[in-house]
């Protein structure tokens, strides 16, 4: 009998918020009235972006995208809010819809998916708000109103294969991969190529640990892959990457003489690798989704989004690149490195998107 | 006081000194709290998309909540229901995608699937529990990782390689262009209807069936039942394949209305594991499940407006919604103290 009238008390909560809701469903169209007066003031861009589950402190990718937005914001004095540039962060797959609409209903002019795994909701938003400008990274969605923005992962992976190669001291390098979606398979079948291309008897270590935002399983990998002998460890996971870090950076601890090393992903992670005076980072494979970010956002200012456009940013045009080692890649290994790329970018060599 | 205003007063202060820490935790931090919960209410109720978004966010919770509820009801602890819901999402999405059939058939076609993938990977830690005393929360947590890498797996088979499968044939869908148009295009979809009508099955199989009454009984005592010459095997294993069944429907809630598809997770949907939890709000009985639904569906749904209006950072608003909840489901301990207290003046 409590129970029943404990449960009688909540729906008369409910009731009355649904009630007070219905209240102020009223406003609605001011609100909408709000939305639509946006064209007066032309004159003003405003972008923003939503992130997957990683969030923009990933220290990789949807933090390399917000940069490019706030970069974008500075250089046309533009403030962090509406009208200007915003992000939101998704919790979870279901709100990818919800965020991006969120930001198409505040007025943004263009709004950024960032991320393979917003494929299926950028698309569905894109149809459903066909006034709207989406753009998506990592991914092509085949909508009018829709920039897809990809990069040539596997030649940046593919001179950081060669850095590997011809670096590591122990004839066994690794890859740490997040989800084996095609983004990520195309650093792996670079990093692979180049190793290969420098010196075909190293041996690869390869590792999917399943998730982009889990550094404990990045941790456990790296070292599994480490006592197994590796010396070098290329990430492309993202957040879970971080473990590869913490672990290489914990083996520099215990002794500064150890030879392990991390090649980082997407943004230069060299901050990531510090350890007191030295540092386990390598180099780091740029992969400029600020870049990237910037140049559609500019576009679409003025006036040349390229809706229903792919645009795919490779070596040669920065869209990818190996970061500064700061001494920690010797100048005759720079220098084959160099070769590499500009055979790459000459089409000499083909670097191959998919392991066979 | 009488026991009327105890039962109004109890959840209503709840809410509100859940409320007030929060405010007192985003104020701490530099939050306007204010802001922060309009931004909250408005996130529910703001429009018709919103109202509409969370009603879909509901729809699974209710599901979950009422498999780990019904396992509640006979005695098990189903931690299993994150694992039979994705089974069942890939069971929805394959149907919804491998055939095309007349709706007529093919939507239920499509959720009885669900249902059995779910139940499958109930009855097997229930069999387990019932044969050889395994601990069903030992085996319903590793079935949860199993379901995961296997279904990932599954996809790739499936798809020939990709992670994610098509989208299923309208003809499977349980989205709504009715609902779309009421709701200003939120995806709002009939699986409300099939997750209420579940809690009307619930109930009748609990109160209006033998079995249920033998459930119930396996439940509270499983020597006595066995005493009174009930199977507590079949009844264990019984309670887990309806529970899965109950889960798997959920999932087929994602795969046939919110998403439709399905693609590789990198890690757990959480809605099986909220499960528990608004199960436990909701007492194990199929009412409160909708009310714990409610709640945990609305917080979940309306939290992702904070930072979409008031700047409040997800890490604070994640705090502040576990929060709230935490009262709720602590009210039922200041009931208990005030339940206790007045027995003792009785007593005098």
């Known amino acids: ?356 | 006081m009488s026991n009327r205003t105890t039962n109004l007063l109890v959840p209503v202060l709840a809410v509100v000194l859940g409320l007030l820490v929060g405010a007192i935790i985003m104020w701490v931090s530099g939050y306007d709290a204010i802001a922060g919960y309009a931004a909250l209410w408005d996130g529910i109720f703001g429009d018709l998309y919103r109202v509409g978004e969370t009603i879909r966010q509901i729809t699974p919770y209710i599901l979950a909540g009422l498999a780990v509820a019904f396992a509640f009801r006979a005695g098990l602890f189903n931690i299993g229901v994150e694992g039979q819901l994705i089974v069942g999402w890939f069971a929805a999405a394959y149907v919804g995608v491998a055939v095309e059939l007349p709706k007529v058939i093919h939507l239920p076609l499509a959720i009885l699937a669900a249902a059995a993938a779910g139940a499958l990977w109930g009855f097997i830690p229930g069999l387990l529990k019932a044969k050889f005393h395994v601990h069903e929360v030992i085996v319903t947590i590793m079935m949860n990782y199993i379901a995961l890498h296997v279904v990932n797996a599954l996809i790739e088979v499936v798809t020939g390689g990709s992670e994610r499968t098509e989208r299923i044939f309208p003809s499977a869908s349980l989205r709504s262009p009715f609902l779309e148009a009421l709701t200003d295009y939120s995806r709002l979809h009939y699986g409300i209807i099939v997750a209420l009508i579940m809690v009307v099955v619930m109930w009748f199989i609990l109160d209006k069936t033998t079995t249920g009454f033998e459930l119930k009984s396996v439940g509270f005592n499983q020597h006595a039942s066995q005493y009174a010459g009930m199977k507590v095997d079949r009844n264990i294993i019984l309670a887990m394949v309806i529970s899965g069944a109950f889960a798997g429907i959920g999932g087929a809630m994602e795969a046939l209305g919110t998403f439709e598809y399905v693609s590789s997770k990198g890690g757990f949907t959480g809605i099986g594991f909220d499960g528990i939890a608004v199960a436990l709000l909701g007492m194990n009985t199929p009412i409160g499940v909708v009310l714990g639904a409610t709640l945990f569906g609305s917080l979940k749904y309306g939290a992702l407006n904070m930072p979409n209006a008031a700047n409040i950072p997800v890490e604070i608003v994640g705090i502040v919604t576990a929060i709230i909840i935490y009262f709720v489901a602590a009210s039922y301990v200041i009931r208990l103290l005030i339940e206790r207290a007045a027995r003792k003046k009785e007593a005098k």
């Not at chain 1, 085949?142 to 920039?147: Q, R, T, Y």
Request: proline share 3%.
């Open chain 1, 1 to 356: 009998m409590a129970k029943r009238k404990f449960g009688l008390g909540l729906s008369l909560l409910l009731a009355s918020s649904t009630l007070l809701a219905a209240c102020g469903e009223e406003e609605t169209p001011e609100v909408a009235g709000d939305t639509g007066d946006e064209p007066t003031e032309e004159e003003v861009f405003s972008v923003a972006m939503v992130t997957d589950v990683g969030g923009i402190d990933d220290k990789s990718f949807n933090q390399s995208a917000w940069e490019g937005i706030q970069r974008f914001g500075e250089d046309n004095n533009l403030e962090q809010g509406d009208g200007g540039f915003d992000y939101l962060q998704s919790a979870s797959d279901a709100d990818y819809n919800t965020n991006l609409n969120n930001l198409i209903r505040r007025g943004f002019d263009l709004v950024f998916g960032i991320g393979f795994l917003m494929e299926g909701a950028v698309a569905e938003i894109a149809q459903q708000q066909p006034e709207a400008q989406l753009a998506i990274i990592d991914a092509v969605v085949e909508e009018p109103n829709v920039a897809s923005v990809l990069f040539k992962e596997q030649e940046g992976a593919f001179l950081a294969g060669v850095a590997a190669a011809l670096m590591t001291e122990t004839g066994k390098v690794g890859f740490v991969g997040g989800m084996e979606i095609p983004v990520i398979e195309r650093f792996e079948a670079g990093f692979r190529a180049g190793v290969e291309a420098a010196n075909p008897d190293v041996e690869v270590d390869v590792q999917y640990t399943g998730a982009f935002d889990k550094a404990e399983l990045g941790k456990t990998t790296a070292n599994r892959m480490y006592s197994a002998g590796a010396d070098i460890i290329f990430h492309a996971a993202g957040a879970t990457g971080n473990g590869v870090f913490t672990e290489a950076k914990e083996r520099k601890e215990q002794d500064p003489d150890a030879n392990v090393w991390v090649i980082g992903v997407d943004a230069d992670q060299y901050d990531q690798g510090a350890v007191g005076d030295t540092n386990v980072t390598l180099t780091s494979v740029l992969k400029r989704v600020d870049n990237a970010v910037y140049d559609i956002s500019t576009m679409a200012m003025n006036g040349e989004f390229p809706g229903g456009e792919t645009i795919v940013y490779g070596l040669e045009d920065e869209g990818v690149a190996l970061a500064d080692s700061r001494g920690a890649i010797t100048e005759d290994v720079l220098a084959q490195i160099e070769e590499f790329k500009q055979q790459i970018v000459a089409g000499e060599i083909t670097v191959p998107e998919t392991v066979e």
